[in-house]
């Protein structure tokens, strides 16, 4: 999500590259909505953000105030009904609102504000403030925020604005980042990454904190933390897989995180070899790490089409397998006759790797080792990943000789829970590791994570 405030500024076109520069965090659709003090504005559309928005399409978009969104479907159908940003009219008055994150008591919610069965989560936060304004039309807008929060259970990162008014929120347990930056011509952003404050020119300013809402305003930032605090949570795997290696996320570097990683990985799974390559984009940290703490030397051996999407975050299998034939091709000089050790983030399903090793066989490779930054996915997520059917995960049911022998390499070694922890000594606080651990921050409700059939 990105939100800004840009006195004098045409603030769709900064809203743009705030988006462009959060495209790895979803694919799927992309929206813009803008406030003038008068009127709210919005436009949304299925694809990338350069595909969903040209010059005329930013053109219409008049305001000095605006929120943004780049989806990636975790329950909810992919379509254009379901893209971001969200948007309620309440007569004189409107709002629109965009998200990070998943809700895990949706059921009980929609039943609750007698929203219809599969709303998807931003639909029904938006519902909630919407209620609380309908209920008392002079309620400002960060109010309404503070009174509906209590009622929102699990992970989201929030930006909401009227014609006049944009706000953000955190949950209480912070399971997704959100970072306040300063613009130099006056004004302050909100990003799901400081990558995008860099991006759009802001100064890094702090991390919103769990359970906080802010209010962007010409003056400043008014701060308010309507609930108890709870215990602090941050998704471990902003810092392997999702965040850009150029954010800073709770203070720790995320590429100086992967590379540390790659050393503990070294250190924890040692194998004779001839060269360490890395699987692009977001192994390549952990394969430097892991080149330099063995002193097996460092090759690209795959090339990556920078023009697909990244898979693991596109939302069927059938379009991941496709993806994969396109995505990567082998440098058969780095790979023939050698051993090799590839390094990857993560495995969750297993797709892409089983066939990343074929390829790497196939241009000449003699041995294939596998090592992961990180420990084995055994347990679904229900805070704003797609993995909620543990079915689908390579590691649920797999001891990690069977997963070798079902991803058929040499050998295999994963990151301890530990020493991914470990590598993160700057992140001032604690983390959600539960799809590493099966340790879930917050009970999980009501069957909420039934892709919707459409």
């Avoid at 659709?29 to 003038?36: L, M, N």
């Avoid at 219809?116 to 639909?123: L, R």
């Avoid at 799901?192 to 020119?201: F, H, N, P, R, W």
Wanted: contains cysteine; hydrophobic residues 40%; negative net charge.
């Amino acid at each position: 999500v990105f939100g800004a405030l840009a006195p004098g500024s045409r603030v769709a076109n900064l809203l743009y590259f705030g988006l462009f520069a959060l495209q790895h965090r979803g694919q799927e659709s992309a929206g813009i909505a803008v406030g003038d003090g008068e009127e709210l504005t919005a436009y949304k559309n299925m694809g990338l953000v350069a595909t969903v928005f040209d010059k005329s399409k930013l053109a219409g978009l008049q305001g000095t105030i605006g929120i943004g969104h780049t989806r990636y479907s975790t329950t909810g159908s992919s379509t254009w009904d379901n893209a971001q940003p969200s948007y309620r009219g309440l007569g004189d008055r409107s709002i629109a609102l965009a998200h990070n994150g998943n809700l895990i008591n949706t059921v009980e919610l929609a039943l609750r504000l007698g929203s219809a069965p599969g709303s998807t989560d931003s639909e029904l936060m938006t519902e909630a403030i919407a209620q609380k304004i309908l209920g008392d039309p002079g309620l400002p807008l960060a109010d309404a925020i503070a009174q509906a929060m209590p009622e929102f259970e699990g992970a989201y990162t929030l930006v909401v604005m009227d014609e006049n008014t944009i706000a953000a929120a955190r949950d209480p347990h912070g399971f997704r980042p959100l970072s306040l930056g300063r613009l130099p011509t006056g004004g302050h952003v909100v990003a799901s990454e400081t990558a995008a404050l860099d991006i759009v020119g802001a100064d890094f300013v702090r991390d919103v904190e769990p359970g906080e809402i802010i209010v962007l305003t010409d003056d400043g930032i008014e701060s308010r933390f309507p609930m108890d605090p709870a215990d602090s949570r941050l998704c471990v795997f902003e810092y392997v897989y999702f965040a850009r290696p150029d954010s800073v996320v709770a203070g720790q570097n995320v590429h100086g995180a992967r590379v540390a990683m790659g050393i503990r990985l070294a250190e924890e799974s040692p194998v004779e070899a001839d060269v360490v390559v890395p699987i692009p984009e977001s192994g390549i940290p952990a394969a430097q790490g892991f080149a330099a703490a063995s002193g097996t030397p460092y090759r690209d051996g795959l090339v990556k089409n920078r023009y697909v999407g990244r898979t693991f975050i596109e939302p069927e299998q059938i379009v991941r397998d496709r993806g994969i034939r396109m995505k990567l091709n082998p440098i058969r000089e780095t790979l023939d006759g050698n051993r090799v050790i590839l390094v990857d983030d993560s495995i969750v399903r297993g797709s892409t790797t089983r066939r990343l090793v074929e390829l790497v066989r196939g241009a000449g490779a003699t041995e294939v080792h596998l090592r992961v930054s990180s420990p084995p996915y055994r347990w679904p997520c229900y805070y704003g990943m797609d993995t909620s059917d543990r079915s689908s995960l390579l590691a649920a049911e797999r001891s990690e000789e069977e997963i070798a022998d079902f991803l058929e390499v040499d050998s295999l070694g994963y990151l301890s829970l530990d020493g991914l922890l470990v590598s993160l000594p700057r992140a001032n606080q604690s983390f959600c590791t539960a799809c590493l651990s099966g340790d879930y921050p917050t009970a999980i409700g009501n069957h909420k994570f039934v892709r919707e059939e459409t």
